[in-house]
């Protein structure tokens, strides 16, 4: 089993940022794939950014609602991932989920939520002013 926290959410105002945290507890696996989810208020789930381990380093993917604002990273000692989110919009209000995937999903798997085996219990962002 995995644990996964989120933290780091709250409210900002629109221009402004935030850094979101997942720390991974339990059965770890740093060749895994690690992402972000978000949904906000009545519409469906939507990916967000993915880091997978890939040979010597870490490669990373966005939306495109999210591309040149948000940066993901990993602290692979502390089993734990970043979200840092500039030039918020109220457009990115919603609820973070981390989730992760224990081993590491092809490029084609990792937008859909149904490929990863755990998800925290999320953390609220609003942007308003």
């Known amino acids: 089993q995995v644990q996964l926290v989120e933290s780091g959410g709250g409210l900002v105002q629109p221009g402004g940022s935030l850094r979101l945290s997942c720390a991974a507890s339990?059965?770890?696996?740093?060749?895994?794939?690690m992402g972000w989810f978000r949904q906000a208020p009545g519409k469906e789930r939507e990916f967000v950014s993915v880091i997978r381990w890939s040979g010597g380093g870490y490669n990373t993917h966005y939306s495109d609602a999210v591309k040149g604002r948000f940066s993901i990273s990993r602290d692979r000692a502390k089993d734990t991932v970043f979200l840092q989110m500039n030039s918020l919009k109220p457009e990115d209000t919603a609820v973070y989920y981390c989730a992760t995937a224990t081993s590491r999903l092809i490029l084609s798997r990792i937008w859909a939520g149904e490929n990863y085996d755990f998800w925290g219990q999320g953390t609220e962002v609003t942007v308003s002013s």
């Open positions: 339990g059965r770890t696996f740093s060749s895994g794939t």
